[in-house]
């Protein structure tokens, strides 16, 4: 029973209640969302007369607060409370305010209903639920500690040490004894052959190396461990071994959940690894913003040079430099045989600053070469994905000389791809979403048929499922990507169930207190992006030349808008083209506020200009919707739009240039998963107003280090931009000091060697729990491939069946 409505019907708000729900069953609106509810109780308190009080602390303002959606459903209502986050209770409640609560299938049945595909007659629909299968792996219960997966993990696996110790005790036993490198042995050896007689020689090392000098190097007693029964790989240096030795030894006699840790970071087993990418025109210059291609490629490159750095100095650490063992990083991604200029048709690419990583491009399998031999959608890449896996493995295990150690996807296609490949290779997967499209558009789910023809929601939503539920680990960059705010749910928390009608519904889709998440957030790459004060740093032409480009050069390829005062502070912002990042929302907002105009011009880069030159629906759409804008609100002299793809150290500097002009960078989207575009402009110094909607409340501090803003409402937005501008006017000093908490901020937080160091703890942990608990997930993995087989496989196909006829 939720006590939000039995304490509304216990009160004197019942007629409110009451009222209420009969003003929304005249509605035309039959659906209502988090912020339809909002505003439909506001508009019912101003037309009644309520008092603010009333509004937001009596017992029907705070069932509000907490009803995520209402559906009108006939004579009753349907209401999905969250009393709590990652947890919902569904109720219908009758025109008298009797309630029934109702199950998950029921609401499913409802919001068939509501779109007109609920058929009894025709029998049921297929339904998909998890939930069995996560009864073989330990719960987090309490909702604070969602996405510290590894975290509860060692203390299970330690507390299972310390409750069973013989049974994991021979399991540790068993894996440390599996290790080896190109068929060469490491940590330990047949010497060694029980448990009981490793503890025995860790004793008898610890003497040795105690007898040693601390920086003895490893090579100069290697042979004397090696007639104990240790090879290399516990450490580079005599004490370097000692501390390894002793923490195993700690561990052996009172093992905790920090120890653990402590030792399996140690371990060295992760040599080779492949970050998928598919989709998007994937390069080192000349890529970013074409369509698909983001945040999501800067990420990647820059994971891939500070995991071989991390690899480097953990290999080292370990002692392997005399085995002659090196790190191997590969970016998975397809070969684009028309490149369009770009090095997206070549084979291999060197990642620029590394010793051994690479971009290897597998090309898609020449089904219809019109289609193949260009760019394709992420939309509508499905079809080529099993074959490029086959493709893909033929080719990685040829550059590796060998299986990856580690395999983590990026995006739904490379999480997809991520699962085929684990699952041959039998490789430990991780995947990052970077965004899910289910909660980019509203409604996607249930009017996926309307949508299919240009999304391919029912392939997509597919996948997902697979490769969530398949991933040994889940990344996310923030806490509320998995579960939301208390007040709106999460990304993967949307997939938790959600119907796609003729389709399937989708009962219990992930497990949200699953161990397998993981909140870990990126880095910014600090050699290109670092803050405008370091001018020792900085290239003068460069800072000139985009100076220029940004403010008063006329070059109509690159540029459209001029300024009539150039000296006005700056407004930027830099994105995609595409409906999602809502840069003619921007536009918008700086065209109906003339109060704005006067304290900024606006300045955005958005990759191109003119329609001729892009074929993607999407992208077209906001062209002509910034055109129509500037028209409207006669922006010219106080904008302007540079159509160009920038380098990306172009792109540092320009961060700077508008920092040069005490400026301010504006990221408008009306959701954002994380928000790399933020960390890059408050490194650099600008102060910095980022969407509420997404990884940017986790970012920023409200007010301390940056701002908040609510793109769907685009007077309060702009009234905190000119609050920011009116401040500084008075207070000079204010835009330093935003500006240098904005800087502290990331380099506290946001740093790519805090990130690869927890992800290579994170691949060991989760190796050593794949390694025990293999035979408990073979259920899961049989179920996931039937998904794959008799869902994702027919409709990928029937997709490729109409690119064949192109």
């Known amino acids: 029973?939720?006590?939000?409505?039995?304490?509304?019907?216990?009160?004197?708000?019942?007629?409110?209640?009451?009222?209420?729900?009969?003003?929304?069953?005249?509605?035309?609106?039959?659906?209502?969302?988090?912020?339809?509810?909002?505003?439909?109780?506001?508009?019912?308190?101003?037309?009644?007369?309520?008092?603010?009080?009333?509004?937001?602390?009596?017992?029907?303002?705070?069932?509000?607060?907490?009803?995520?959606?209402?559906?009108?459903?006939?004579?009753?209502?349907?209401?999905?409370?969250?009393?709590?986050?990652?947890?919902?209770?569904?109720?219908?409640?009758?025109?008298?305010?009797?309630?029934?609560?109702?199950?998950?299938?029921?609401?499913?049945?409802?919001?068939?209903?509501?779109?007109?595909?609920?058929?009894?007659?025709?029998?049921?629909?297929?339904?998909?639920?998890?939930?069995?299968?996560?009864?073989?792996?330990?719960?987090?219960?309490?909702?604070?500690?969602?996405?510290k997966g590894v975290e509860f993990l060692n203390r299970y696996l330690s507390s299972k040490l310390f409750q069973d110790p013989r049974e994991w005790q021979e399991t540790l036993f068993?894996?440390?004894?599996?290790?080896?490198?190109?068929?060469?042995?490491?940590?330990?050896?047949?010497?060694?052959?029980?448990?009981?007689?490793?503890?025995?020689?860790?004793?008898?090392?610890?003497?040795?190396?105690?007898?040693?000098?601390?920086?003895?190097?490893?090579?100069?007693?290697?042979?004397?461990?090696?007639?104990?029964?240790?090879e290399p790989g516990w450490g580079n240096t005599a004490g370097r071994v000692r501390d390894t030795l002793n923490i195993l030894d700690e561990l052996i006699d009172s093992p905790n959940d920090q120890v653990l840790e402590t030792f399996v970071s140690r371990i060295p087993m992760i040599f080779r690894i492949v970050l998928v990418s598919v989709h998007g025109w994937f390069g080192q210059e000349g890529v970013l913003g074409r369509p698909d291609?983001?945040?999501?490629?800067?990420?990647?490159?820059?994971?891939?040079?500070?995991?071989?750095?991390?690899?480097?100095?953990?290999?080292?650490?370990?002692?392997?430099?005399?085995?002659?063992?090196?790190?191997?990083?590969?970016?998975?991604?397809?070969?684009?045989?028309?490149?369009?200029g770009t090095r997206c048709n070549e084979r291999l690419e060197k990642i620029w600053g590394t010793d051994d990583a690479w971009i290897l491009r597998v090309p898609f399998r020449e089904f219809n070469p019109k289609v193949t031999q260009n760019w394709i959608s992420r939309f509508e890449i499905w079809p080529y994905l099993e074959t490029f896996t086959l493709d893909a493995e033929t080719e990685l295990l040829a550059e590796f000389k060998g299986s990856p150690d580690l395999i983590v996807g990026n995006y739904s296609d490379g999480n997809i791809v991520a699962f085929l490949?684990?699952?041959?290779?039998?490789?430990?997967?991780?995947?990052?979403?970077?965004?899910?499209?289910?909660?980019?558009?509203?409604?996607?789910?249930?009017?996926?048929?309307?949508?299919?023809?240009?999304?391919?929601?029912?392939?997509?939503?597919?996948?997902?499922l697979i490769a969530m539920n398949a991933a040994n680990c889940i990344i996310s960059s923030t806490y509320q990507e998995i579960v939301g705010k208390p007040d709106s749910v999460g990304q993967y928390e949307s997939y938790h169930c959600f119907s796609m009608p003729d389709l399937y519904h989708v009962v219990s889709g992930i497990n949200l207190f699953s161990p397998k998440f993981n909140?870990?957030?990126?880095?910014?790459?600090?050699?290109?992006?670092?803050?405008?004060?370091?001018?020792?740093?900085?290239?003068?032409?460069?800072?000139e030349r985009l100076d220029k480009l940004l403010f008063t050069d006329e070059d109509p390829s690159q540029v459209y808008g001029t300024l009539e005062d150039p000296n006005k502070r700056p407004l930027f912002s830099m994105a995609r083209l595409d409906r999602i990042k809502n840069l003619s929302g921007l536009v918008d907002c700086f065209g109906q506020s003339p109060e704005l105009q006067e304290h900024y011009n606006l300045i955005f880069i958005a990759g191109k200009l003119r329609e001729d030159e892009s074929d993607d629906a999407e992208e077209i759409a906001e062209m002509r919707k910034l055109y129509e804008s500037i028209e409207r609100y006669?922006?010219?002299?106080?904008?302007?739009?540079?159509?160009?793809?920038?380098?990306?150290?172009?792109?540092?500097?320009?961060?700077?240039?508008?920092?040069?002009?005490?400026?301010?960078?504006?990221?408008?989207?009306?959701?954002?998963?994380?928000?790399?575009?933020?960390?890059?402009?408050?490194?650099?110094?600008?102060?910095?107003?980022?969407?509420?909607?997404?990884?940017?409340?986790?970012i920023i501090q409200d007010k301390i280090n940056g701002f908040y803003i609510n793109p769907t409402n685009l007077e309060e937005m702009a009234q905190k931009l000119v609050d920011f501008a009116t401040k500084c006017q008075q207070n000079p000093d204010y835009w330093l000091e935003i500006s240098q908490k904005g800087m502290d901020r990331v380099y506290s937080t946001y740093t790519w060697q805090i990130h690869t160091s927890r992800l290579l703890s994170m691949a060991k942990t989760y190796g050593f729990w794949n390694y025990s608990s293999q035979e408990n997930r073979e259920d899961m993995l049989r179920y996931l491939e039937s998904l794959f087989y008799l869902i994702y496989k027919p409709r990928a196909q029937a997709m490729l069946a109409e690119h064949m006829a192109r």
């Open 421 to 464: 490949l684990s699952r041959r290779l039998k490789v430990t997967q991780f995947n990052v979403a970077h965004a899910l499209e289910k909660s980019k558009y509203l409604f996607s789910n249930l009017y996926w048929q309307e949508l299919e023809n240009q999304y391919h929601f029912s392939i997509q939503f597919t996948a997902d």
């Open 519 to 543: 909140v870990v957030a990126p880095g910014v790459n600090e050699a290109v992006f670092f803050p405008y004060l370091r001018q020792e740093e900085r290239v003068p032409s460069d800072v």
């Open 634 to 698: 006669n922006l010219h002299g106080k904008f302007r739009w540079l159509g160009v793809r920038l380098p990306k150290v172009d792109s540092g500097e320009v961060y700077r240039v508008i920092a040069d002009r005490r400026g301010v960078f504006v990221q408008p989207a009306l959701f954002e998963a994380f928000g790399l575009t933020i960390l890059e402009a408050m490194i650099s110094g600008l102060p910095t107003f980022g969407t509420q909607f997404g990884g940017p409340l986790e």
């Open 293 to 340: 291609t983001g945040g999501q490629v800067v990420y990647v490159l820059d994971q891939a040079r500070s995991l071989e750095k991390q690899l480097q100095a953990e290999l080292h650490e370990a002692g392997l430099d005399v085995l002659g063992v090196h790190p191997k990083v590969i970016v998975l991604t397809r070969l684009i045989p028309n490149a369009e």
């Open 1 to 147: 029973m939720s006590h939000l409505l039995q304490s509304v019907l216990n009160s004197n708000n019942k007629l409110d209640l009451r009222q209420f729900f009969g003003e929304l069953r005249l509605k035309e609106q039959r659906y209502l969302l988090r912020n339809d509810i909002e505003r439909a109780f506001s508009d019912y308190c101003k037309q009644h007369q309520k008092s603010q009080e009333f509004q937001h602390h009596s017992p029907l303002g705070q069932l509000i607060d907490y009803t995520q959606e209402l559906i009108v459903d006939g004579e009753s209502i349907c209401a999905i409370i969250r009393p709590k986050i990652a947890d919902q209770e569904v109720y219908r409640i009758h025109e008298d305010l009797s309630y029934d609560a109702i199950t998950v299938q029921d609401l499913l049945d409802t919001r068939d209903r509501f779109v007109g595909h609920y058929r009894p007659q025709d029998g049921d629909v297929f339904e998909i639920d998890f939930e069995p299968f996560y009864d073989y792996s330990p719960s987090i219960r309490d909702p604070k500690n969602i996405g």
């Open 174 to 230: 068993q894996f440390l004894s599996l290790h080896s490198y190109n068929g060469l042995k490491l940590l330990i050896n047949p010497r060694i052959k029980t448990w009981e007689q490793l503890s025995d020689r860790v004793k008898q090392a610890i003497s040795f190396t105690s007898q040693r000098p601390e920086s003895d190097p490893y090579d100069s007693f290697r042979f004397d461990l090696q007639d104990l029964g240790f």
